[in-house]
């Protein structure tokens, strides 16, 4: 390109998610069971429609009793009281326990009214089946009260969370049997390249196996995304014309290779002269040959061909804007000093020892196995240097 191009060039991180999910459409929502919401992003907020506990109630088994009849409990001199029944989960003690009596009560049972003390059974002698010796006071403390999970119309879980199992139980214990969740993205997946191969096929001199495609399609569906997997194209214009055709009915074509400065970066040329370009090249590394853009109406993503570089802009752009989960860095202390660029943010792979980030051995983007065997990506802002000993942002791989 000899003359000034028409759209940004060299946006940041930030922008280029900002970017992605601006193109993205409304997904739409489902209603669905909880059975089936794994991995989903929640669309509408959860209230409670329940207080858990839904009365105060004991935190261990023994008996339940009123502290005043117990101060002078000790091992060599007891407190005697008399047992007028239980309280157990889904059965609760029906009458009200006065001076000198008490309940048996057993985990997750509600309180008495009369009570507001719980003795261990650690503590107690029974005296045949309706008497027990306390042989220390009874503790207020050894309860759950009312609500202390949540109470009813609090709202629990926001819009936007991804369904874990721990949320799934969450919203069950709120009360809810189903959940409005957004729909999945439908992406089209695609890789390029003359050189590449599918794994299991024998290898010509200067070809190497599609990783890409692999790593990219489980990204995907880690996002909860349905995944079109286009295969691969060659290095040709007529092949990725007829690759992108192809996609239609997707939200989103993913694509790996083909978008840097090369002469035989036919993707890049096709979007400039044939569709529409949003932006080209992030300020970062790995990852800043990346381009979005639009063909016939369908958002393309184009991902470097590099699969360090390729899954790298994945992480940091691409499933931010699919989720709408933003980047959570953490702070550690740097073990290693990481050096940064100018005018690039730098996603240095480092490993964890104890408390501290170490720089992986290798921070070439050709070596895969980096991202496997590391840790984080150790964030070093533009031109910056971090030395050992000093704190630093990271996010987990």
């Given amino acids: ?3 000034a191009p028409a759209f940004p060039m060299f946006v ?55 502290e005043a009849d117990t101060l002078t409990a000790t091992a060599d001199q007891p407190v ?41 059974v650690e503590q107690l002698t029974d005296q045949g089946p309706d008497h027990v010796l306390l042989r220390r006071p009874a503790r207020p403390g050894d309860v759950r009260p009312e609500g202390q999970d949540f109470r009813a119309g609090d709202v629990v879980l926001p819009e936007g969370v991804p369904l874990t199992p721990a949320r799934l139980a969450l919203a069950a214990a709120l009360g809810h049997a189903e959940v409005t969740v957004r729909r999945p993205y439908r992406v089209a997946l695609l890789s390029t390249g003359d050189e590449v191969v599918a794994p299991g096929q024998p290898l010509r001199p200067g070809q190497v196996y599609d990783s890409n495609r692999v ?21 040709s214009v007529d092949a990725l014309h007829a690759a992108l055709d192809a996609a239609g009915g997707a939200d989103l074509l993913l694509t790996s290779g083909g978008v840097s400065m090369g002469r035989y970066d036919f993707m890049r040329d096709l979007l400039i002269e044939r569709g529409t370009v949003t932006f080209w090249k992030v300020r970062m590394r790995p990852g800043g040959p990346a381009l979005l853009g639009r063909w016939a109406g369908l958002p393309v993503f184009g991902l470097p061909g590099n699969p360090v570089s390729s899954l790298v802009v994945f992480g940091l752009i ?3 804007a699919l989720t709408g989960q933003p980047l959570r860095p953490v702070r550690l202390r740097a073990g290693t000093e990481f050096r940064g660029v100018p005018d690039k943010t730098v996603y240095a792979r480092g490993v964890l020892r104890g408390a501290e980030v170490h720089a992986y051995r290798q921070q070439s983007s050709g070596v895969l ?25 990271v996010l987990l791989l």
Avoid: K, N, W
Wanted: aromatic residues 2%; contains cysteine.
């Fill in 80 to 120: 005697p009281l008399r047992v007028v029944g239980e309280s157990r989960a889904g059965q609760p003690f029906a009458g009200t326990v006065g001076e000198g009596e008490c309940v048996r009560i057993y985990t997750g049972a509600p309180l008495p009214p009369g009570t507001d003390a719980i003795c261990p």
């Fill in 1 to 3: 390109m000899t003359a």
């Fill in 318 to 320: 691409v499933r931010p």
């Fill in 215 to 235: 790593g990219l399609g489980a990204l995907l569906r880690e996002c909860g995304c349905e995944v079109l997997d286009l295969g691969h194209a060659p290095d």
């Fill in 369 to 393: 196995r980096s991202l496997s065997d590391s840790d984080v990506l150790v964030i070093v802002p533009e031109g910056a240097e971090v030395p050992a000993g000093a704190d630093v942002d």
């Fill in 12 to 66: 940041s991180v930030p922008e280029a998610t900002a970017h992605l999910r601006a193109l993205l459409p409304d997904p739409g929502v489902d209603r669905v069971p909880l059975s089936g919401a794994l991995g989903r992003t929640l669309a509408e907020a959860l209230a409670a429609r329940v207080s858990h506990p839904s009365a105060t109630e004991s935190a261990l088994d023994g008996i339940a009793c009123r």
